[in-house]
């Protein structure tokens, strides 16, 4: 794995430190490091060209691979999985290939909010352990815009 890699924020709203995740798997770093997304919009967008290695039936979350072998995860909600799929829709399969700004899925927030769920989306590294992660910017945020440096 070479680097160093930029990964723009994959949608338009607000970044905070990982730590401020309600869900300690998340804040506490047991998933990897990252940052936390609070999102304006309702689609969720690549942040970089990769393989997409999982999605799950409850569609709430995706994982992906660059070609150099960062595998990241973006995960909708906190226990939104408890959903079974409803209020998201998955734009991708396991096994295609993305561009950046390429639309993963997306949700309905009303849905989220009338259960009761959270839409924070964590954006977290899975082997990236042993490299250095530089977050760009915090606060506002577009889509697109350069949100992560990892060398």
């Known amino acids: 794995m070479a680097g160093p890699f930029v990964f723009s924020c994959p949608i338009h709203g607000s970044v905070a430190p990982l730590s401020h995740c309600e869900d300690a798997s998340f804040s506490q770093g047991k998933l990897g490091r990252g940052?936390?997304?609070?999102?304006?919009?309702?689609?969720?967008?690549?942040?970089?060209?990769?393989?997409?290695?999982?999605?799950?039936?409850?569609?709430?979350?995706?994982?992906?691979?660059?070609?150099?072998?960062?595998?990241?995860?973006?995960?909708?909600?906190?226990?939104?999985?408890?959903?079974?799929?409803?209020?998201?829709?998955?734009?991708v399969r396991t096994g295609d290939q993305v561009s950046r700004g390429q639309p993963l899925l997306s949700f309905d927030p009303q849905v989220l909010a009338s259960a009761?769920?959270?839409?924070?989306?964590?954006?977290?590294?899975?082997?990236?352990?042993n490299r250095r992660l530089t977050v760009l910017k915090l606060g506002p945020i577009a889509a697109g815009e350069d949100l992560l440096l990892l060398h």
Do not use: M, R, W
């Not at 009761?116 to 352990?129: D, E, K, Q, R, T």
């Open 35 to 91: 940052v936390l997304l609070l999102p304006a919009a309702h689609t969720l967008l690549s942040p970089a060209e990769a393989t997409v290695y999982f999605s799950f039936t409850t569609k709430h979350a995706v994982g992906l691979q660059t070609p150099q072998g960062v595998q990241f995860i973006l995960h909708v909600g906190l226990d939104t999985y408890k959903l079974q799929g409803e209020g998201f829709q998955l734009h």
């Open 116 to 129: 009761g769920y959270s839409p924070v989306i964590p954006f977290v590294f899975c082997n990236a352990a």
